[in-house]
């Protein structure tokens, strides 16, 4: 009884704070099956970021570092993609890091940081990016892997939130490059060696002293997922956008915890879990374990830690980035058979923050994933499958109940 009780009254509030609150711009990628769309976005701005580097050894906290991040303009390269200059620099003003990251556009929603009143139009992308060193001092802030390798693979996903009445914008960015296991493994990678076999990395920013980022372990919340769907990105740049798929069932379950470089049981940093969903035009995506031939149970689940308060977006929001294997079926197709692709996708998972709403619902979980390894089945499927950013094809955005 007591869940139906907590859903009817955030229901009841949301639908208050909906009433005297509209602050949404649509997207433009609704429409019928498989049909041409054309997406409406706004002009993102550059920024800069107050972050940290942080470290993890043996699931570990093994340093945070001041980080400034500095993000130019996103350039449009296709449908909903994007890229944008990135740098990051130490606290003194030292470069670290730099690259293009290429972003993959999923989805829009209102939050309310003072429910009742006018808030903020979320845009969430999905970060992929070769990342190379702007210096030689490794550690925490440049891993040793790019001494041997001009970049490294890092994935997470980027927020711009516009402020509907003041008219600014606020961003978090959320980068992160995992264990030689996922990331250099001589026989899956194309960056392999042996370079940091119990250590990974990230970037978090926003992180300030009115609302610091924290790293802790912590569990993302399992169930059925709800809202959201499945998109397909053009395979050429001749071929249309497509719009959304909405999903009519799914569901999120956490199999087991621990850490996993190395495999311990403490501090569980890391959870394998279960994904799967189907639209109404017929393409799902179910999440397999590839285990032990790669190294992936379903979906690796690696928590990063929690912002802390309502002082600045996102407000008080925990954060995970996921990897993991797929089965992923599109019915949209040019000949009109249902084709199937194995993938590897990554994306990130958001709790709590803002009271948030996904059209008229309201929820505060989110799961976005973009593949960035893709192939049909009946055709080779060929190393190396980690290492480097590789073409999006299929987008996945669910939430979590």
Known sequence: MLRPL??????????????????????????????????????FPATTLPGQAICWDSCNVGAQLCTQVVLGPPVQTGCTEYTVAFQSLDCGGTPQLKSVLNLAYTRTWNEFPVPGTVGLQVWRFIVKADVSASSTVFGCQIPNCLGAHPTAFYYGYLDYAFDCVNGTWESALVLFHGCDKFQHDPLLSSRPGVFHPTRSFAIVAPSTAVNPFVPAALLPTPGPTFF???????????????????????????????????????????????????????????????????????????????????????????????????????????????????????????????????????????????????????????PPFVGHARPTRHLVYVNPF
Not at 13 to 42: H, M, R
Not at 269 to 279: I, K, N, W, Y
Not at 312 to 320: L, T
């Open 228 to 382: 959201e769907a499945i998109r397909d990105l053009p395979a050429t740049a001749a071929m249309p956008c497509e719009a959304a798929e909405t999903l009519t069932q799914g569901k999120v379950v956490n199999l087991a915890s621990a850490c996993a470089c190395p495999f311990s049981f403490f501090p569980p940093q890391v959870t394998a879990r279960h994904l799967d969903g189907t639209s109404t035009c017929g393409s799902d995506f179910r999440s397999l374990s590839a285990f032990p031939t790669l190294p992936w149970f379903e979906v690796m689940t690696t928590s990063l830690g929690t912002w802390t308060t309502s002082a600045s977006y996102p407000g008080p929001e925990a954060v995970w980035v996921d990897e993991g294997t797929f089965l992923h079926t599109e019915a949209c197709t040019l000949t009109g058979a249902l084709e199937l692709y194995a993938e590897i996708k990554v994306g990130a998972t958001t709790e709590n923050g803002f009271l948030a709403a996904v059209g008229p619902v309201g929820t505060s979980r989110f799961t976005d994933l973009a593949d960035n390894y893709s192939v049909q089945l009946g055709t080779p499927i060929l």
């Open 6 to 43: 907590v859903l009817a009254l955030a229901a009841t509030a949301l639908s208050a704070t909906l009433a005297s609150a509209q602050c949404f711009v649509p997207d433009g990628t609704a429409g019928p099956c498989c049909s041409p769309i054309t997406p409406s976005l706004p002009t």
